[in-house]
């Protein structure tokens, strides 16, 4: 069983930043991408950024050059640093982590967190 962890949301003015960090925990060998989506109340769950294992980024068009999606794989985390936040970044980010598992949990994994509140006010 593989565990994921989102931590660092909050309550930022226009303008300002916060940084998400994404944990995963568990028997893993390897997490292959890392994922950072977010929903917002009556919306879609809609996909913010992902990096693969190698490095590999995409983002969605409403955040590139304000946000960058990273990744320490000795710790099994990866971050996401919002920058120039806006009124319509507000929602809940979920981080999402794919890979494989160690040992006797060996195989693939596709697990989520549950997710941390960001509030950006106008």
């Known amino acids: 069983q593989v565990h994921v962890v989102e931590s660092g949301g909050g309550l930022v003015q226009a303008g300002g930043s916060l940084r998400l960090s994404c944990a995963a925990s568990?028997?893993?060998?390897?997490?292959?991408?890392v994922g950072w989506y977010r929903q917002a109340p009556g919306k879609q769950r809609e996909l913010v950024a992902q990096i693969t294992r190698g490095g590999s980024t995409n983002y969605a068009d409403s955040v590139k050059g304000r946000f960058t999606i990273s990744r320490d794989i000795a710790k099994n985390a990866a971050y996401l640093q919002m920058d120039s936040l806006k009124f319509e970044d507000t929602g809940v980010y979920y981080c999402?982590?794919?890979?494989?598992?160690?040992?006797?949990?060996?195989?693939?994994?596709?697990?989520w967190g549950q997710g941390t509140q960001v509030t950006v006010s106008s």
């Open positions: 999402n982590a794919k890979g494989l598992g160690l040992a006797s949990d060996y195989g693939p994994f596709d697990s």
């Open positions: 568990g028997s893993i060998f390897g997490i292959n991408a």
